[in-house]
């Protein structure tokens, strides 16, 4: 997804923050699952399902994303 929002033709706000809540939603979904599942621990918590969205949403939040998306 991350790799997708940085090619898009657009650069508007909008754009940023819905992919901001799409990876949200789905490291969200993923440690809802996984915790009615019963299977939640720490191999889990580094698992590249959940890590992989995190790092997509930490890159969308710094500041030189916010000015790519700025322009």
């Known amino acids: 997804m991350g790799w997708l929002i940085f090619r ?3 650069r508007r706000k909008w754009v940023r ?14 440690l809802v699952t996984v915790t009615i599942d019963g299977e939640l621990g720490w191999m889990t918590l580094i698992d590249p399902a959940t890590l992989l969205p995190l790092a997509i ?3 969308l939040l710094t500041q ?3 000015r790519w998306f700025d322009r």
Not at 22 to 29: C, K, R
């Open 64 to 66: 030189s994303a916010a």
């Open 8 to 10: 898009w033709s657009s």
């Open 17 to 30: 923050w819905c992919a901001i809540a799409f990876e949200a939603i789905a490291v969200g979904s993923h």
């Open 57 to 59: 949403v930490i890159e």
